[in-house]
T-cell receptor, first 116, second 111 residues
Framework: GAVVSQHPSWVICKSGTSVKIECRSL??????MFWYRQFPKQSLMLMAT?????????EQGVEKDKFLINHASLTLSTLTVTSAHPEDSSFYIC????????????FGQGTRLTVV | GIQVEQSPPDLILQEGANSTLRCNFS?????LQWFHQNPWGQLINLFY???GTKQNGRLSATTVATERYSLLYISSSQTTDSGVYFC?????????????FGTGTRLQVTL
C-alpha cells in the first residue's frame, strides 16, 4: 500500500516550452500532496503544497506563475513548469500522506527535467 | 525556519563495517523520517520514527525528540547501501507530512 507514482521519470525539453509532471497516489486518496525540488548534490527543498479543491500554497521564493500546480482529484496533482529555462533543470519529486492520516509521507520516484 | 544538520557529510566504509549517521534538528518536531536515495534519485523510506527506537534488518534508528537528534545505525554494510541518506522532519505544531530535509550523508561502501 501507499504507492505514489510520478510521470514522466525523465524529460528533456527546449527552452521556452512548458512541461507537465504528474503525481498520482495509486492505492489511497490524498487531499494534500507536496512538491520538492533537488539540484545536483544538494538536499530536497519544498516548493509547494498542493491542496485538492483549492489553490496551492507556495514556499517563499518559489514563483507561482512559473510552477503551476493543479490538484485535480483526490489521486492526482500536476506540476507544470512554464516557459522552462536551463536553470529549471532539476529533479522534481512529489509526496503524499494518506487522506485523514497526516503522518508518514510517501514519495514518488521523481522526475528528472533537463531544459536545453 | 527549522535547521536540520546531518553528520558526517561524507562517509566511506569497507563492506562489512558498521556506521552511525546523525541528524540534529533545531526545533520541536512531530515527525522524523529517514530515507535512502538511490543513484536513480528514488527515495526509499527507511524509518518513520518521531520518537523511540526501531529496527529493520541491518538498519536501526533512534530518535530522542527531547534532545533534538536522531541516529541511524547501519551494521554489516553492503555495497548496495551506497547512496545518500537523508533525515527529514516536520515542525511541531504543523502538518506531519510536510517535511524539511537535512543536509544528507553521502555513503560509499567499497569492497
Amino acid at each position: 500500500g501507499a504507492v505514489v507514482s510520478q510521470h514522466p521519470s525523465w524529460v528533456i525539453c527546449k527552452s521556452g516550452t512548458s512541461v507537465k509532471i504528474e503525481c498520482r497516489s495509486l492505492d489511497f486518496q490524498a487531499t494534500t500532496m507536496f512538491w520538492y525540488r533537488q539540484f545536483p548534490k544538494q538536499s530536497l527543498m519544498l516548493m509547494a503544497t498542493s491542496n485538492e479543491g483549492s489553490k496551492a500554497t507556495y514556499e517563499q521564493g518559489v514563483e507561482k506563475d512559473k510552477f503551476l500546480i493543479n490538484h485535480a482529484s483526490l489521486t492526482l496533482s500536476t506540476l507544470t513548469v512554464t516557459s522552462a529555462h536551463p536553470e529549471d533543470s532539476s529533479f522534481y519529486i512529489c509526496s503524499a500522506p494518506m487522506k485523514g492520516k497526516d503522518t508518514e509521507a510517501f514519495f514518488g520516484q521523481g522526475t528528472r527535467l533537463t531544459v536545453v | 525556519g527549522i535547521q536540520v544538520e546531518q553528520s558526517p557529510p561524507d562517509l566511506i566504509l569497507q563492506e562489512g563495517a558498521n556506521s552511525t549517521l546523525r541528524c540534529n534538528f533545531s526545533d520541536s518536531v512531530n515527525n522524523l523520517q529517514w530515507f535512502h536515495q538511490n543513484p536513480w534519485g528514488q527515495l526509499i523510506n527507511l524509518f518513520y520514527i518521531p520518537s523511540g527506537t526501531k529496527q529493520n534488518g541491518r538498519l536501526s534508528a533512534t530518535t530522542v525528540a527531547t534532545e533534538r537528534y536522531s541516529l541511524l545505525y547501519i551494521s554489516s554494510s553492503q555495497t548496495t547501501d551506497s547512496g545518500v541518506y537523508f533525515c527529514a522532519v516536520a515542525i511541531f505544531p504543523g502538518t506531519a507530512s510536510k517535511l524539511t530535509f537535512g543536509t544528507g550523508t553521502r555513503l560509499q561502501v567499497t569492497l
